[in-house]
């Protein structure tokens, strides 16, 4: 049996990993293997990730993900993709009556058009080596359960859609080797800092999701499919 790390190798995408949960989720894949390609609308940090492992990390800044040509350019130039995760996103809460068009197109570009672009160049990308491979979203528990998105109905709405082309999408790549899920985390708990406190309650992490996120894309992972897993911590009603 080989004691490499599940991903060593592997060349792996992730969107929005200057976010809290994507910098998490980056981390955790790089830790198991991965080599990073990681697109950023502003400059990167050079200090995002340091360490032994900073050889395994490349930061493409100035990448609109909302933008068709640069998400397609960024895809075309990687050297071979395994798999793309897309954290990338925002959130807005507002009563429908405050909520504008301005308000609700903006969500569906965060949340759902960046998806939906880096998906589609993730496949085209996938094709292009033989097939086989992983794409992950990153939904909410308003997806799965809309009445909790009183009060937030246009964020509800966008990843509702996210939701459904993940399923919509696992279903035409399924027979490429191609495993497409999306999580669904609910309200994450605040990460540990020297102002925070340990999460309570029983919240969800942004580790717990990165752990998830990790297993989905796993080589030895080919069990689930068109999947939109729900992360709701202990605390879950």
């Not at 609308?41 to 050079?46: E, I, L």
């Not at 050889?55 to 895809?75: H, K, Q, T």
């Not at 197109?105 to 086989?132: D, E, Y």
């Not at 937030?152 to 035409?172: D, N």
């Amino acid at each position: 049996m080989s004691s490499l790390p599940s991903l060593h190798g592997r060349n792996v995408v992730v969107t929005g990993a200057s976010g809290a949960l994507g910098r998490v989720v980056a981390r955790e894949l790089l830790g198991r293997g991965a080599q990073l390609h990681l697109p950023l609308r502003a400059a990167a940090d050079p200090g995002l990730f340091g360490g032994a492992a900073a050889a395994r990390v490349r930061l493409v800044a100035g990448v609109d993900l909302a933008d068709e040509r640069a998400v397609s350019s960024f895809y075309a130039d990687l050297p071979g993709l395994w798999a793309s995760v897309h954290c990338a996103g925002g959130f807005a809460m507002a009563g429908i009556a405050e909520t504008s068009l301005d308000d609700l197109q903006k969500l569906l570009s965060l949340n759902t058009l960046t998806a939906f672009l880096c998906s589609r160049a993730a496949v085209v990308a996938l094709r292009r080596q033989g097939g086989g491979g992983r794409i992950v979203n990153v939904a909410s528990r308003q997806a799965l359960e809309p009445r909790r998105g009183a009060g937030m109905v246009a964020y509800s709405a966008s990843k509702a859609a996210l939701a459904g082309l993940t399923i919509a999408l696992a279903e035409e790549v399924a027979a490429e080797g191609i495993l497409v899920n999306a999580v669904a985390p609910s309200t994450l708990a605040p990460e540990p800092g020297p102002e925070t406190r340990p999460a309570d309650g029983g919240l969800p992490t942004c580790a717990d999701v990165a752990a998830l996120i990790a297993t989905l894309v796993d080589p030895q992972q080919v069990a689930v499919q068109g999947a939109v897993l729900p992360v709701y911590g202990r605390g879950a009603r």
